[in-house]
């Protein structure tokens, strides 16, 4: 067999390692599918947080009264930061990444503070700015948030992996519906076309051979899209004005500019994003069989935090790990991380090649809806497996899970419960994942590891989660 290169993990890309029955049998989580399998199943992923990813840079840019021009600028820059960090995050090196299939994209928690900077004087040079404190704050603050890990033992993380799945249902509602803000919002007939993606995927999934089933989002949204494109969903002027090849170039809109009060609310969004990125990666650590340890964890945060860095210099936002593609490997079962380090190449490829970019752009929001109402239920779904683990009897656990998902859901059904709230507590609390998360922490902590009147402080049920004693501070 030929050696590309002396790092054994680039020379499986090319050639996939072969085993005897002698051979240790490598992890699900490393194996290199097929060339023709890898390309579906990473696209599968791209297609999944392609609207999600974009979403950022035209929601800033638009606040900002920006240009097209520059509005395509951001978005290019966007895709390909996105390709770059979740290579780093996949594949990894030294330190940084995970080493599971997790994609990268642009948090949304950090939207509401950059508007607030870029309008107010500020701009783009002030946002850049705050981002790039923050993401090397980011990479300081992993390894503590890496020894956290004990606080998130079955209790908290079913909670959390369920709280993420349900705040990104409306999501997906919204996209079926036509796109937040469509002149055509809620038509049946963008409704019919979502349902339409839906049928397709479940009867791949039920009926077809077991490699197709695992593309059945790729199958459902190709088929969605041809539907689609005949009853006028979709609009390829775009693909006709995107140039054919763009790079982004550090710091294209000016010097970085460093405010203070634009830092210390950048700041309070890093340690929200934190707190997501942490119930992703552990989430991703239950599906694929490889759970997350303090050392990977902390891997995975500086990858965040890196990967903030580059976004602040090549004129972008900050990263965090995307918790509708946690649902798609959930649904899928196809566990490497190659397939997800695939994806990253294809991004790359998009923030290269805007013309590609405004091809996969011109997908419509109900094909995607249709495929999110699979995705992120199966995310939802997967935290209730978790948390059927969990010893629910003579004890307090039920009550820690029901207060976490309401405090969780309450942004998500009111959007606005807290705007006349302090700006720092909206970031923190706006974010139903951040939110829930923290009081799944605290009510854990609360109920089963203080101290109780009168009675012993050992927790009944053992351990930290109320459920298995695996874990103990």
């Known amino acids: 067999m030929t050696q ?32 023709h399998r890898l390309a579906a199943f990473g696209l599968q992923h791209v297609l999944a947080m392609y609207a999600g ?16 021009a520059d509005l395509a600028y951001l978005i290019t820059a966007d895709l390909l930061v996105c390709g770059v960090a979740t290579l780093i995050q996949c594949i990894g090196f030294w330190r940084f990444g995970v080493r ?8 949304f928690a950090a939207v509401s503070p950059m508007v607030l900077i870029g309008t107010t004087g500020g701009g783009l040079p002030a946002i850049y700015g705050s981002v790039i404190v923050a993401g090397l704050a980011i990479v300081l603050l992993a390894p503590v948030f890496g020894r956290l890990l004990r606080f998130f033992p079955p209790l908290v993380t ?9 705040s990104l249902l409306p999501v997906a509602g919204n996209w079926a519906a036509g796109g937040q803000g469509a002149k055509d919002f809620g038509e049946p007939r963008n409704l019919a076309l979502a349902a339409c993606v839906l049928a397709v995927v479940l009867g791949v999934q039920r009926f077809a051979p077991p490699f197709l089933s695992r593309i059945a989002v790729l199958i459902g949204m190709a088929v969605g899209l041809a539907v689609a494109v005949p009853f006028g969903f979709t609009d390829f ?21 460093f405010n203070a009060s634009a830092t210390v609310s950048m700041l309070v969004v890093a340690l929200v994003t934190m707190t997501e990125t942490t119930g992703d990666l552990i989430a991703v650590g239950e599906m694929t069989g490889r759970r997350a340890d303090p050392r990977s964890l902390a891997d995975g945060l500086r990858a965040d935090g890196l990967s903030t860095v580059l976004g602040g210099v090549f004129n972008t936002f900050p990263y965090t790990a995307y918790a509708q593609n946690v649902g798609l490997v959930g649904m899928t079962r196809v566990r490497s991380r190659w397939v997800v380090a695939a994806s990253g190449g294809m991004l790359v490829l998009l923030g290269l090649l805007p013309k ?20 992120f239920g199966t995310v939802a779904a997967s935290g209730l497996r978790t948390l059927a683990a969990v010893d629910f009897k003579g004890n307090h656990n039920l009550t820690v899970v029901a207060v976490s998902v309401a405090v969780g859901m309450l ?11 302090p700006h720092w507590f909206q970031t923190v609390m706006n974010s139903g994942i951040s939110a829930g998360c923290l009081t799944a922490i605290v009510l854990n902590l609360l109920f089963n590891h203080a101290p109780r009147m009168g009675a012993s402080a050992v927790p009944e049920a053992g351990g930290l989660a109320g459920g298995g004693g695996e874990q103990s501070v």
């Not at 970019?357 to 995705?375: C, D, E, H, S, T």
């Open 100 to 107: 599971l299939p997790i994609m990268q994209g642009c948090t």
């Open 356 to 375: 590609l970019g405004a091809v996969v752009a011109a997908i419509p929001a109900p094909v995607l809806g249709g495929a999110g109402l699979v995705m």
């Open 53 to 68: 990813a974009v979403a950022v840079p035209l929601i800033v840019g638009g606040a900002m009264k920006l240009s097209a």
């Open 4 to 35: 590309v290169c002396n790092h054994p993990e680039i020379n499986n890309l090319f050639n996939p390692p072969t085993f005897s029955p002698m051979t240790t049998p490598v992890h699900p989580v490393d194996e290199v599918p097929p060339v």
């Open 411 to 421: 942004p998500v059904g009111v959007p606005t419960v807290y705007e006349r709230f």
């Open 237 to 257: 002027r775009g693909v006709e004005r995107a140039d054919w090849v763009g790079i982004s170039t550090p710091f294209h809109f000016g010097v970085p500019a």
């Open 158 to 166: 079913g909670t959390v992996i369920l709280i993420i799945g349900l």
